[in-house]
């Protein structure tokens, strides 16, 4: 059981960066294929990033690419969505999910955080 709790959103304007963070709990943190997800506002959730147990495989969505950076901190339990170059379309809820023992955009997710919201000013 992994409990998933997401902080550092916010409101910035079009071009501004924000880190998110997520800090989860147990102690098998890094047998977790860890995951960041957002839902916009009358759209689907859609997926964003993705690391693999140590953080060195990463997967992206297209439209993120070259602007996001996930990292993890098995130490910490944390994982962390750098976010540049931010875009009003980037305004959604982000979510931070936990797949056991698997990684990568396809993996079933079985934990998930609440949320934070991500405003983007245009």
């Known amino acids: 059981q992994v409990h998933l709790v997401e902080s550092g959103g916010g409101l910035v304007q079009a071009g501004g960066s924000l880190r998110l963070s997520c800090a989860a709990s147990?102690?098998?943190?890094?047998?977790?294929?860890m995951g960041w997800f957002r839902q916009a506002p009358g759209k689907e959730r859609e997926f964003v990033s993705a690391l693999s147990f140590t953080g060195a495989r990463t997967y992206y969505a297209d439209s993120v690419k070259g602007r996001f950076t996930m990292s993890r901190d098995n130490a910490k339990n944390t994982v962390y969505l750098q976010m540049n170059s931010l875009k009003s379309e980037d305004t959604a809820v982000y979510y931070c999910?936990?797949?056991?023992?698997?990684?990568?955009?396809?993996?079933?997710?079985?934990?998930w955080g609440q949320g934070t919201q991500v405003t983007v000013s245009s």
């Open positions: 147990g102690r098998t943190f890094s047998s977790y294929g």
């Open positions: 999910a936990a797949a056991p023992n698997h990684y990568g955009p396809l993996v079933a997710y079985d934990y």
